[in-house]
């Protein structure tokens, strides 16, 4: 059967999605930073056909790999035509992205627990908390997967280098380290269906526990012995610092706003996963051109997964997303759909500016939202990002690695927690 990947994609570009648009370009350019109906991202041979006197709305492509990437939109004269079977930039059933990875990954658990151990046992106990396999494990993954492809496009196999799945750990140590933090600076009572661990074991423990993480961590990058892959990968923990940082704050104009958003978007999370892709393609030998390929694909698609989270948590329930929604509101922070919503209802203004704080604000906030198009133009945003990781990978030789990295950005802009 045909593969066939689905994004959600609104309908309608409005005059503030392009000005978003244009605000991502630009940061894009400069920085070193349930199933959805809506529409449906198509890797494929042939356009889409449309009938004569659509207004245009059913697709909006590019070539790709010499396929074409079209973002189609819910259209009654549209029909979608799909890669045949066994065509080229198919691919596989048997090789979906967390299938192609598992061989590599089956041990990661283990190994990162191991690492973890030679403590005393309470702290090792609430370093491996959320070491519990109930994560979307979706950095290690993007991690071997990238560095799999590098080494087809360089050396002409894909075998993993252990230096490199030792990035794979590094990567998720460094992730769960801080959700061990961000549940002490976001006073979360659960995670992932369960207490939190500020919860469990208060709030002194888990930053001492998450700290440890992160030491062990770097111990493991620095054993790895090669100085550009550690300075590309502590840089992550700078960004994850000015993140939070710029978290607490706001700006006073529009475009601004967004601006800022976007860059707090990509230090918390996307620079994690853009580093980690650029350390394993350096520790493949892969030339200046290449690392920075792999970067970017792995910038945009962490904002891409930012943008779905803030868009999740308006859009899902709390059972779901296996932790509380509205969150960000309710600490103050206006996200993508809140920031989309102010077009439509400006009012919201004064309330992103003081944070929410007056009583009232965070549901007439929430009521906004839902009243606009924000959620929508989110999406849209998400999708963005995820047509231009897929054009990184242009130039890289091809592959089922590269094949499963494009269908990551399904699952991105498609999960539902």
Do not use: W
């Not at 050396?155 to 280098?161: E, G, M, N, P, S």
């Not at 350096?282 to 970067?295: E, F, P, S, W």
């Amino acid at each position: 059967m045909a593969r066939t990947l689905n994004v959600m994609a609104p309908q309608i570009f409005q005059k503030s999605v392009v000005r978003s648009l244009r605000t991502s370009t630009k940061f894009f350019n400069s920085s070193a930073s349930n199933k959805f109906n809506f529409g449906k991202l198509l890797l494929k041979k042939t356009p889409i056909r449309t009938q004569p006197g659509c207004n245009g709305s059913c697709q909006r492509g590019s070539s790709v790999n010499g396929a074409i990437l079209c973002l189609q939109v819910p259209c009654r004269h549209s029909s979608t035509a799909t890669l045949p079977e066994g065509g080229e930039g198919q691919l596989l059933p048997s090789s979906s992205p967390y299938t192609l990875a598992l061989p590599d990954l089956t041990n990661l658990f283990i190994d990162i627990k191991k690492a973890l151990s030679g403590t005393s046992e309470e702290l090792e106990e609430i370093s491996c908390y959320y070491v519990d396999g109930q994560g979307k494990v979706m950095r290690p993954v993007i991690t071997v997967l990238t560095a799999r492809a590098v080494n087809e496009h360089v050396c002409k196999h894909h075998r993993l280098l252990s230096s490199q799945l030792e990035i794979a750990k590094v990567t998720e140590m460094i992730h769960t380290a801080s959700l061990l933090h961000d549940d002490v600076l976001d006073m979360a009572d659960t995670r992932r269906g369960k207490p939190s661990a500020t919860q469990r074991y208060g709030q002194r423990k888990s930053v001492m526990a998450g700290n440890y993480m992160l030491s062990v961590a770097l111990m493991m990058l620095g054993k790895l012995d090669n100085p550009e892959v550690t300075v590309v990968l502590s840089q992550v923990l700078t960004d994850l610092v000015q993140g939070e940082f710029m978290q607490l704050g706001s700006k006073e104009k529009e475009d601004e706003r967004f601006s800022h958003y976007l860059d707090k978007s990509f230090k918390k999370t996307a620079s994690l996963i853009a580093n980690s892709c650029q350390a394993v393609a350096i520790l493949g030998g892969a030339d200046k051109m290449v690392q920075q390929m792999c970067y970017q694909y792995g910038r945009n698609v962490g904002i891409a997964f930012q943008l779905v989270d803030d868009f999740l948590d308006f859009a899902a329930s709390s059972n779901v997303v296996g932790k509380p929604t509205a969150v960000d509101l309710r600490l103050g922070m206006a996200t993508a759909p809140v920031l989309f919503a102010c077009e439509k209802f400006p009012e919201l203004i004064p309330m992103i500016l003081r944070r929410f704080s007056e009583p009232g604000d965070v549901e007439f906030a929430m009521e906004c939202v839902h009243r606009s198009d924000g959620l929508q133009q989110t999406k849209l945003l998400a999708t963005q990002h995820c047509l231009h990781a897929i054009s990184m990978l242009q130039q890289l030789a091809p592959s089922q690695e590269k094949l499963a990295l494009i269908a990551i950005t399904d699952r991105v802009i498609n999960r539902i927690k």
